[in-house]
């Protein structure tokens, strides 16, 4: 499927998408307006005097151009409404409407997976070399699309993101190194145990990596003056955390992490698993236990990224990590068709960055993809609109959202310019998988 294809294919379809948001816009006006007609007893005023114009028209008192306007404002009152009330209707259709015009069936859970810095050029042609079987099963109920990224390549910026749909100026994740606890509700697993009720919902998280998808608290650490910081200057690499000093003793103040008030509200949190194996395994576990619960869990793998940074992302190493995420995320899919859960849960795999082309790093990678078995995911889109998307498959109502989403769920137009990054770097050379 060709990205330029599916855009072409989409654009008549959002132009008259933004008409149907811009009818919704007015109808919610005239709602207010009819709502504050009726806060402010004006119609009940008007009523009042419509009924005794009809009761007192054949009386003499009431002149002539009196009458008209009464008869002028009943008209008015009636049409606005009338037009008011049937616009809220309208609204509340269109909205039931759009939960019933979601394909399949409304899902019990949703599991997000992480391949943590898969590049989207290499998904591609391990999937066209049939390397990645269960991603392709997955694309195949549902869809593929592509993601770009329009902030920093990185993983605590990415995962903040994903999981909240916000840009990095509401949650304070910028960077690897320039971070804040993402602020409190924010993120999916709260918006998801305030909506339910945390006995309605487990929402739990098994996380590959340990440093940047953490959920430390602050810290402060007494410098030692034996000059690590220099020695950190030299290598380039800025110490983490403020500089402060008290009674004559420098300390560093360390950021809480991201996840440091997310972790509260979740039923379990658990970081630091490295292989993909202990991933995988954890998560499976984790599913036969909450198997009749609703249920909300993240999944992380580590181990592409890892590979990357050690070996490369042309390495043989970063392809068998590929596969190997895709063997996990078999190995999960097989588990929910065992427990009868498959058809009631719906699947989002994603990647918080790419790699750089060739290189041990992803300074600037910003191509990655998401494969889902979700069939309304209809559109390319971008790293902060999976939370909308997830939300909404929850049966939230994304306008109720408070700060407005950043994201925009994926079974809508996207209504909005797609970003420049300027063009994917070309592959140097075709990798033999061996
Ligand atoms: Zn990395």
């Given at each position: 499927m060709g990205g330029s294809d599916r855009k072409r294919g989409f654009r008549p379809v959002e132009k008259g998408c933004i008409k149907v948001v811009r009818k919704i816009k007015l109808f919610r006006i005239l709602c207010r307006f009819s709502s504050e007609v009726a806060i402010n007893g004006i119609t009940e005023r008007v009523y009042k005097d419509s009924s005794s114009f009809y009761r007192n028209?054949?009386?003499?008192?009431?002149?002539k151009e009196q009458t008209m306007l009464k008869r002028i404002i009943v008209v008015v009152a009636v049409l606005s409404l009338a037009v008011a009330g049937g616009s809220c209707a309208e609204e509340s259709k269109t909205t039931a409407a759009k939960a019933q015009s979601l394909k399949g069936p409304v899902p019990r859970n949703v599991i997000l997976i992480g391949w943590d810095g898969a590049q989207r050029d290499h998904v591609n042609e391990c999937l066209a070399r049939k390397e990645l079987p269960n991603l392709k099963k997955l694309s195949e109920e549902g869809t593929y699309v592509e993601i770009d990224i329009e902030g920093t390549t990185d993983t605590k910026a990415g995962w903040a993101q994903i999981l909240t749909g916000y840009y990095p100026r509401v949650t304070?994740?910028?960077r690897n190194g320039r971070y804040q606890p993402i602020p409190k509700g924010l993120t999916i697993f709260e918006r998801l145990e305030k909506h339910f009720g945390p006995e309605n919902i487990v929402t739990a998280a098994v996380i590959g990596k340990k440093g940047n998808v953490d959920a430390d608290p602050p810290k402060k650490i007494k410098v030692k003056d034996n000059g690590e910081e220099e020695k950190a200057k030299k290598k380039k690499r800025r110490p983490r955390g403020k500089i402060i000093e008290e009674d004559g003793v420098k300390y560093r103040l360390v950021p809480g992490k991201p996840y440091y008030y997310t972790k509260d509200s979740m039923d379990l949190f658990e970081n630091g698993l490295r292989l993909d194996e202990k991933v995988g395994k954890r998560a499976i576990e984790l599913i036969d236990k909450y198997k009749n619960r609703r249920f909300f869990l993240f999944v992380h793998f580590a181990e592409v990224d890892a590979k990357g940074h050690k070996f490369g992302e042309n390495s043989k190493e970063y392809n068998d990590a590929l596969i190997s995420n895709d063997h996990w995320t078999g190995r999960i899919t097989a588990k929910l068709r065992e427990l009868g859960l498959y058809d009631k849960t719906r699947i989002y795999v994603t990647s918080d960055h790419g790699f750089d082309e060739g290189q041990k790093g992803h300074g600037n990678a910003p191509y990655v993809f998401l494969a889902t078995n979700d069939k309304n995911v209809m559109r390319n889109g971008l790293r902060q609109d999976v939370a909308p998307t997830i939300l909404e498959r929850f049966?939230?109502?994304?306008?109720?959202?408070e700060p407005p989403l950043d994201g925009v769920t994926f079974s809508e137009p996207a209504g909005r310019p797609t970003p420049t990054l300027g063009p994917q770097p070309r592959k140097k050379r075709v990798r033999q998988a061996k």
């Amino acid at each position: 499927m060709g990205g330029s294809d599916r855009k072409r294919g989409f654009r008549p379809v959002e132009k008259g998408c933004i008409k149907v948001v811009r009818k919704i816009k007015l109808f919610r006006i005239l709602c207010r307006f009819s709502s504050e007609v009726a806060i402010n007893g004006i119609t009940e005023r008007v009523y009042k005097d419509s009924s005794s114009f009809y009761r007192n028209k054949s009386q003499p008192q009431f002149g002539k151009e009196q009458t008209m306007l009464k008869r002028i404002i009943v008209v008015v009152a009636v049409l606005s409404l009338a037009v008011a009330g049937g616009s809220c209707a309208e609204e509340s259709k269109t909205t039931a409407a759009k939960a019933q015009s979601l394909k399949g069936p409304v899902p019990r859970n949703v599991i997000l997976i992480g391949w943590d810095g898969a590049q989207r050029d290499h998904v591609n042609e391990c999937l066209a070399r049939k390397e990645l079987p269960n991603l392709k099963k997955l694309s195949e109920e549902g869809t593929y699309v592509e993601i770009d990224i329009e902030g920093t390549t990185d993983t605590k910026a990415g995962w903040a993101q994903i999981l909240t749909g916000y840009y990095p100026r509401v949650t304070g994740v910028y960077r690897n190194g320039r971070y804040q606890p993402i602020p409190k509700g924010l993120t999916i697993f709260e918006r998801l145990e305030k909506h339910f009720g945390p006995e309605n919902i487990v929402t739990a998280a098994v996380i590959g990596k340990k440093g940047n998808v953490d959920a430390d608290p602050p810290k402060k650490i007494k410098v030692k003056d034996n000059g690590e910081e220099e020695k950190a200057k030299k290598k380039k690499r800025r110490p983490r955390g403020k500089i402060i000093e008290e009674d004559g003793v420098k300390y560093r103040l360390v950021p809480g992490k991201p996840y440091y008030y997310t972790k509260d509200s979740m039923d379990l949190f658990e970081n630091g698993l490295r292989l993909d194996e202990k991933v995988g395994k954890r998560a499976i576990e984790l599913i036969d236990k909450y198997k009749n619960r609703r249920f909300f869990l993240f999944v992380h793998f580590a181990e592409v990224d890892a590979k990357g940074h050690k070996f490369g992302e042309n390495s043989k190493e970063y392809n068998d990590a590929l596969i190997s995420n895709d063997h996990w995320t078999g190995r999960i899919t097989a588990k929910l068709r065992e427990l009868g859960l498959y058809d009631k849960t719906r699947i989002y795999v994603t990647s918080d960055h790419g790699f750089d082309e060739g290189q041990k790093g992803h300074g600037n990678a910003p191509y990655v993809f998401l494969a889902t078995n979700d069939k309304n995911v209809m559109r390319n889109g971008l790293r902060q609109d999976v939370a909308p998307t997830i939300l909404e498959r929850f049966g939230l109502d994304l306008s109720r959202i408070e700060p407005p989403l950043d994201g925009v769920t994926f079974s809508e137009p996207a209504g909005r310019p797609t970003p420049t990054l300027g063009p994917q770097p070309r592959k140097k050379r075709v990798r033999q998988a061996k």
